[in-house]
Nanobody
């Protein structure tokens, strides 16, 4: 029905940068809030950054000043620009989107498949 396809993960050296992308496809009427989560090995999944339909952003304290979330509504895509990466950022990153489809009455959350980000020392 709705699919979130993530890309942009990979291996990067400390203080380097990566940009993650997450494109939504399917029967989409409206995308509300979007967010990036991450889950490091042996840890709980945590919210990294979020952006509302109006463009308001919120960041985890650990990434403030380094990461930037943005969205392109025309492309149904959300981005996460990650700068000054350090090994603590190593995790699987997941895209999340609250979406109202053309076939349902209420919106629901959808998850991307996850993309691995590994930051070497």
């Amino acid at each position: 029905q709705v699919q979130l396809l993530e890309s942009g993960g990979g291996l990067v050296q400390a203080v380097g940068s990566l940009r993650l992308s997450c494109a939504a496809s399917g029967s989409i009427f409206r995308i509300n809030a979007l967010g990036w989560y991450r889950q490091a090995s042996g840890k709980q999944r945590e919210l990294v950054a979020s952006i509302t339909g109006g463009g308001s952003t919120n960041y985890a304290d650990s990434v403030k000043g380094r990461f930037t979330i943005s969205r392109d509504n025309a492309k149904n895509t959300v981005y996460l620009q990650m700068n000054s990466l350090n090994p603590e950022d190593t995790a699987v990153y997941y895209c999340n989107a609250n979406i109202l489809t053309g076939l349902t009455y209420y919106p629901r959350n959808y998850w991307g498949q996850g993309t691995q980000v590994t930051v070497s020392s």
